[in-house]
């Protein structure tokens, strides 16, 4: 079974930094979904998304923020989710 990508920004801006990975994600044919979620003002729906992520099909979660990265260290702080720093 192949699981969903799930690419989470910050905000709205970080578009173009977060395009490149959803073009290669499409041209490899790998279901991915793209969420705006912040650490910062929306910390309670962040943290539902990456707690109910597992069962919702996700079997990857691909974080970027801008200036501030707090999203991609906030996340894996909520289980089932890790970093690959903490393998």
Known sequence: MIRKVA?????????????GACAQLKALDIPFE????????????????AKNARANGFGV?????????????ALPQTPPCRSSASR
Do not use: N, Q
């Open 34 to 49: 793209a969420h705006i979620l912040s650490a910062h003002r929306t910390p309670a729906e962040a943290a539902e998304f």
């Open 7 to 19: 690419v989470i920004m910050g905000s709205d801006s970080d578009w173009p930094v977060v395009k």
């Open 61 to 73: 979660i691909l974080c970027a923020a801008g200036m501030a990265a707090h999203l991609a260290g």
